[in-house]
């Protein structure tokens, strides 16, 4: 959209931007949910490809219905507000399940980072080795037919086994101190983190919605504004109109009877008469005196200048 032809004020303009801001933050989570679900390329394609078309549908409706509902279309307003209503929890949940995934992800990749993780890591594989040389030691005892201590490191394969176990549970647990302030919110909030996922999501389908509402109602707000006011103007025009054609032609009757009349003497001048009447303009009087000269009333002198009454020397 041109602003500039469209003659937008600032204020709509930063609307217009910022409602279009959160529309392509709600597109990209919407997208990013829906490849989510999509396993082949052309899949992937294809639902991004729905993901951009539903939230666009969703910014796009919200005008609609205002539109409608402002020219009684009620139940066609309805429907797009039903529909929309639809489209803003499919949003929603998507821009949510977008916050979630990046914490998740974030969480995990300072996890793995961090010391105590690398060294639980080192642990797990160190019990795995001792479990195994433990095993191949009874396995080699058993064949000197040394069954007893067969038996002690086969349990000692297994209190290694069995620890390692315990150690994989306490690393799938573990977890690190946050480091900036959205993982210390999110922390703070623990399993009800969904919650402010929902709330940040919401205001950010909600703000947009607004944004495109406040632009369809104030764009039928300055339809209906023009409109009224250029219905006055020509309402008020047509009259001033007819009431300046009166005035003009009175005026050029009062000046027409003073020069017949001999107000002007046998050769009445036009600045004579732009005095006593108190006309500004040249023209006007110049053509009250052309008018007068095709009906015969007056003529031009022999030095094209000054004008001479017809009348006058007719009954002289």
């Known amino acids: 959209m041109d602003f500039k032809d469209k003659g937008l004020t600032r204020k709509i303009r930063l609307v217009w931007a910022v409602g279009i801001c959160l529309a392509l933050v709600s597109m ?7 490849i989510d679900y ?3 390329g052309p899949d992937k394609a294809l639902s991004g490809i729905a993901a951009l078309a539903l939230v666009a549908c969703q910014f796009l409706f919200v005008g609609l219905a205002v539109d409608a509902y402002r020219k009684n279309y009620l139940v066609l307003s309805g429907l797009l507000g039903f529909v929309t209503a639809l489209l803003f929890l499919v949003s929603v949940t998507g821009t949510a399940a977008f916050f979630e995934g990046n914490f998740s992800a974030k969480s995990q990749d300072s996890t793995r980072n961090s010391d105590a993780y690398r060294m639980q890591v080192q642990l797990i594989e160190d019990l795995g080795q ?5 095993q191949a030691n009874a396995k080699a005892l058993k064949e000197v037919n040394k069954i007893t201590r067969a038996g002690g490191q086969i349990d000692l394969a297994m209190k290694a086994t069995r620890a390692r176990g315990q150690a994989i549970i306490a690393l ?3 977890k690190v101190a946050p480091t900036d302030a959205g993982d210390s919110l999110a922390n703070l909030v623990g399993k009800f ?4 996922w929902y709330v940040l999501a919401g205001l950010i389908d909600v703000c947009g919605l607004l944004c495109f509402a406040w632009l ?6 300055n ?15 047509q009259p001033t109109r007819i009431k300046t054609d009166a005035n003009r032609l009175e005026l050029a009757n009062q000046v027409k009877t003073e020069v017949l009349c001999g107000g002007f003497g046998d050769e009445p001048g036009v600045r004579k008469v732009m005095e006593k009447f108190g006309i500004k303009t040249h023209k006007v009087v110049a053509d009250i005196f052309s008018d007068m ?16 009454l017809v009348q006058r020397q007719i009954a002289a």
């Open 293 to 308: 000269e095709s009906q015969g009333d007056i003529k031009r002198n022999d030095n094209g200048r000054t004008w001479l």
């Open 216 to 221: 369809a109602v104030s764009e039928n707000t």
């Open 172 to 174: 799938n647990k573990m």
């Open 130 to 134: 001792q479990s195994a040389d433990f």
């Open 38 to 40: 999509a396993q082949t």
């Open 193 to 196: 983190r969904w919650v402010l």
């Open 223 to 237: 339809t209906n504004t023009n409109t009224n006011t250029n219905t006055k103007t020509e309402t008020e025009t």
């Open 28 to 34: 990209a989570a919407e997208v990013q949910l829906f």
